[in-house]
């Protein structure tokens, strides 16, 4: 059974930065491509970042790109999601996922390329 856990959501002042953590078990997470979405109240849950299994490709969303960072670390089958220059539009719950297939490489921005998801962490972002 894969599990996701995602942490390190909390309440931030606008310009202030967040580090969230997804946690992966039941998968070989090295050969897996994980991805960051968010959901806002009333709207749809977008794509934030993506990085693919080797960790050689990164893809953003273009409201975050230059101010978010993703990474993985699989010693400890986890992926991070470095966010800085945190904004209010930025106030969602946060998901991370992991793809369908090992090995996958390809657009990792819709979210049906995914097949586990995470609970959720709550990112709140005050002006």
């Known amino acids: 059974q894969v599990q996701l856990v995602e942490s390190g959501g909390r309440l931030a002042q606008a310009g202030g930065s967040l580090r969230l953590s997804c946690a992966a078990s039941?998968?070989?997470?090295?050969?897996?491509?994980i991805g960051w979405f968010r959901q806002a109240p009333g709207k749809e849950r977008e794509f934030v970042a993506a990085?693919?299994?080797?960790?050689?490709?990164?893809y953003y969303a273009d409201s975050v790109k230059g101010r978010f960072t993703i990474s993985r670390d699989n010693a400890k089958n986890t992926v991070y999601l470095q966010m800085n220059s945190l904004k209010p539009e930025d106030t969602a719950v946060y998901y991370c996922a992991v793809a369908r297939l090992q090995f996958y490489s390809g657009s990792l921005q819709v979210a049906t390329e995914y097949d586990y998801w995470g609970q959720g962490t709550q990112v709140t972002v005050s002006s």
């Open positions: 990085i693919n299994w080797s960790g050689g490709s990164l």
């Open positions: 039941g998968r070989t997470f090295s050969t897996y491509s």
